[in-house]
């Protein structure tokens, strides 16, 4: 029997898949096909991003299994430089934290005051104001202790993951958008700016497949932290591999790669596509 106090398998994997798996997927796709020229170079940012996500999870795997602390950012640096080392640390990991969460709450509250008051006067102040609340509902419900927040967090993670899924929907009945060849005037980009473009595009990339990182911090709270937090890391990591480079596709094939490179809420216009475009 796991200890009630104890994150199971599959409360871990789901905090895995939560951690990594964010509004971010439902913006970022429109960055990086505008920071690129081709498909291709689009297709190997993702798959790029992800061989680097599974690299540091084999990492955090590692560090984890052996160090299973909570608080484990700290003490490890604590414990392999400095005490002084690990507060820096962790002060800029908790500065970019917040501005992730703050960052994750403005996008999701821009979908739901499109989908609550879609025109409502002052909808940049209803998007703050519900991006505010968000923050503070869910800091409310960690606070109510450990098991809560797993059973929260599983299912709020059940939602995004048949969310993805249910946007992936269209690519088996709508039919694909013809491949236009660019128009564009001018002189070919040479490797150089190839180079370039998909460095930038892997930025953007990066910051869709971070979060896995935090993980660690959940050691002492893990059964059998020795052999579940490997387990969840890699099971987590596959599954977002796997939904991400779906969800691209589907975007690319539904979308078009051109219109996708200004497209303004990618996941209404997948969402169209399954439940109908609105008459208005």
């Known amino acids: 029997m796991t200890p ?3 994150l199971s398998l599959f409360d871990f994997t789901m905090i895995v898949i939560s951690l ?22 689009f297709f190997g940012a993702w798959i790029a991003g992800g061989l680097v996500a599974l690299c540091g999870a084999l990492t955090y795997a590692e560090i984890g299994s052996r160090f299973p602390v909570t608080g484990a950012y700290y003490k490890i640096f604590a414990y392999a430089y400095h005490p002084s080392v690990a507060f820096g640390v962790n002060c800029i990991i908790l500065i970019s934290n917040a501005a992730s969460v703050s960052g ?15 025109q409502h006067a002052n909808a940049e102040t209803l998007q703050i104001v519900t991006a505010v609340f968000s923050i503070f509902l869910f800091y409310g419900i960690n606070l109510l202790g450990l098991k809560m927040s797993a ?38 980009p040479s490797l150089l700016q190839y180079l370039k473009a998909f460095g930038i595009g892997l930025v953007a990339v990066s910051f869709t497949y971070g979060g896995y990182q935090q993980t660690i911090n ?11 937090i490997p387990k969840g890391i890699f099971t987590g990591i596959f599954v977002i591999i796997g939904l991400y480079l779906t969800i691209n596709y589907a975007y690319y094939q539904v979308i078009g790669f051109e219109n996708l490179k200004s497209s303004t809420g990618i996941a209404a216009i997948m969402a169209g596509h399954v439940f109908g475009r609105s008459s208005s």
């Open 4 to 6: 009630k106090s104890k």
């Open 151 to 188: 059973k929260t967090q599983n299912v709020l993670t059940l939602i995004k993951i048949s969310m993805i899924i249910l946007l992936i929907s269209p690519l088996f009945f709508s039919s694909p958008v013809p491949v236009e060849l660019s128009t564009r005037q001018g002189i070919d």
């Open 20 to 41: 990594v798996i964010g509004m971010g997927i439902f913006r970022t796709p429109v960055n990086v096909a505008a920071a690129v020229q081709t498909p291709a170079i």
């Open 218 to 228: 959940f050691g002492a709270e893990v059964h059998q932290p020795a052999k579940n």
């Open 104 to 118: 994750v709450a403005l996008i999701g509250a821009e979908y739901i005051t499109r989908v609550i008051a879609p």
